[in-house]
């Protein structure tokens, strides 16, 4: 599941528009997408982090809310 940072929307991650190809930042894959409700654009980044063995996930907003 990827939350919307902007308005709380929660959803598949096939939900949220991919707006380009997902690429590497260290051990995450990054991919910037849309939101479906608002219109809000953000990096969703998600990996498993190789200290902790455990899957690691967060998102950065990419513009201010509209
Ligand atoms: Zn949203």
Not at 11 to 22: G, I, S
Not at 46 to 64: A, F, L, Q, W
């Given at each position: 599941?990827?939350?919307?940072?902007?308005?709380?929307?929660?959803a598949?991650?096939?939900?949220?528009?991919?707006?380009?190809?997902?690429?590497?930042?260290?051990?995450?894959?990054?991919?910037?997408?849309?939101?479906?409700?608002?219109?809000?654009?953000?990096?969703?980044?998600?990996?498993?982090?190789?200290?902790?063995?455990?899957?690691?996930?967060?998102?950065?907003?990419r513009?201010?809310?509209?």
């Amino acid at each position: 599941m990827v939350k919307c940072p902007y308005c709380g929307y929660e959803a598949d991650l096939k939900k949220f528009k991919l707006l380009r190809e997902p690429w590497k930042f260290r051990f995450y894959t990054v991919r910037m997408l849309k939101c479906p409700k608002c219109g809000g654009i953000f990096n969703y980044y998600v990996g498993i982090s190789p200290r902790t063995g455990e899957k690691s996930e967060y998102v950065i907003r990419r513009n201010p809310k509209p």
